[in-house]
Nanobody
Framework: QVQLVESGGGLVQTGGSLRLSCAAS????????MGWYRQAPGKERELVAT???????NYADSVKGRFTISRDNAKNTVYLQMNSLKPEDTGVYYC?????????WGQGTQVTVSS
């Protein structure tokens, strides 16, 4: 099992930046894939970005060129650097881990982008 704790959310103006962090309860080196998802009010949860154990990256089209996912295995932490934020990026951002056939989720962190 792995527990995930997100941090770094907040209120930012359009065009601003935030960096989200996801701290895992154990070594993430062997976890198959980790990622970030978000859920806006009234909408379904959607994929934002993922990073695999071997470093393969995947981004939603809506965030390509603006968001960057990365991992620090020594700190057991995954990051999401978000630049050029837009109001439509508003939502609760969840950290996710896929390991040994199971999905694990954090509690989420709120990101609000004001226009």
């Amino acid at each position: 099992q792995v527990q995930l704790v997100e941090s770094g959310g907040g209120l930012v103006q359009t065009g601003g930046s935030l960096r989200l962090s996801c701290a895992a309860s154990r070594n993430i080196f062997s976890i198959n894939a980790m990622g970030w998802y978000r859920q806006a009010p009234g909408k379904e949860r959607e994929l934002v970005a993922t990073i695999t154990r071997i470093g393969s990256l995947n981004y939603a089209d809506s965030v390509k060129g603006r968001f960057t996912i990365s991992r620090d295995n020594a700190k057991n932490t995954v990051y999401l650097q978000m630049n050029s934020l837009k109001p439509e990026d508003t939502g609760v951002y969840y950290c996710n881990a896929y390991d040994a056939g199971r999905f694990y989720w954090g509690q989420g962190t709120q990101v609000t982008v004001s226009s």
